[in-house]
T-cell receptor, first 111, second 116 residues
Framework: GENVEQHPSTLSVQEGDSAVIKCTYS??????FPWYKQELGKRPQLIID?????GEKKDQRIAVTLNKTAKHFSLHITETQPEDSAVYFC??????????FGSGTKLNVKP | NAGVTQTPKFQVLKTGQSMTLQCAQD?????MSWYRQDPGMGLRLIHY???????DQGEVPNGYNVSRSTTEDFPLRLLSAAPSQTSVYFC???????????????FGAGSRLTVL
């Protein structure tokens, strides 16, 4: 099966700074890597995703990079704002149907 | 569209009781899945389905049963609840992998279950 490890578990940044969260996966057969944001008491919501045939994807202040050789992918948030404060989860899709999630990163953006 | 609807939002059970968590989606998604979320452990896949009549086990299936008689509904059954099943449960669906938006999960609001 798959295993997804996520670091750090908590991250505190000053408003306007950048934040980077990293994940590694174990199974080279995984081919889809989404990132979800979960605000306190809410459901997870997709913020960005990347497929294995792409190395980088950007959406405004958010970007994801994928290194298939090293089996790791990262979430980059630039110009952080207080509303970016939440828990972020990475995931890998194994065998087309099984999602394995990282343990989450609690991001705190200080005004 | 309501998206993914889960009921109940909260439930307290005694050890050994059974119950069913309901999940319904109105987006005609082929793929549906159940996760449990425990502190510090992210989301773990319990069971999933790729279409009506087809289900399979995820990462943590023990103690849970599912069925998929229609495209819209995917209930999760706890046959004999244990304190270890105290958790927040999320249902999620997505279009099939050959369609636009494939693999993008839409989550329900969650069901908080406490087993005493």
């Amino acid at each position: 099966g798959e295993n997804v490890e996520q670091h750090p578990s908590t991250l505190s940044v000053q408003e306007g700074d950048s934040a980077v969260i990293k994940c590694t996966y174990s199974d080279s057969a995984s081919n889809y890597f989404p990132w979800y944001k979960q605000e306190l008491g809410k459901r997870p919501q997709l913020i960005i995703d990347i497929r294995s045939n792409v190395g980088e994807k950007k959406d405004q202040r958010i970007a994801v990079t994928l290194n298939k050789t090293a089996k790791h992918f990262s979430l980059h948030i630039t110009e952080t704002q207080p509303e970016d404060s939440a828990v972020y989860f990475c995931a890998g899709l194994y065998n087309f149907n099984k999602f394995y999630f990282g343990s989450g990163t609690k991001l705190n953006v200080k005004p | 569209n309501a998206g993914v609807t889960q009921t109940p939002k909260f439930q307290v059970l005694k050890t050994g009781q059974s119950m069913t968590l309901q999940c319904a989606q109105d987006m005609n998604h082929e793929y549906m899945s159940w996760y449990r979320q425990d502190p510090g452990m992210g989301l773990r896949l319990i069971h999933y389905s790729v279409g009506a009549g087809i289900t399979d086990q995820g990462e943590v299936p023990n103690g849970y049963n599912v069925s998929r008689s229609t495209t819209e509904d995917f209930p999760l059954r706890l046959l004999s609840a244990a304190p270890s099943q105290t958790s927040v449960y999320f249902c999620a669906s997505s279009p099939s992998r050959d369609t636009a938006g494939a693999n993008v999960l839409t989550f329900g609001a969650g069901s908080r279950l406490t087993v005493l």
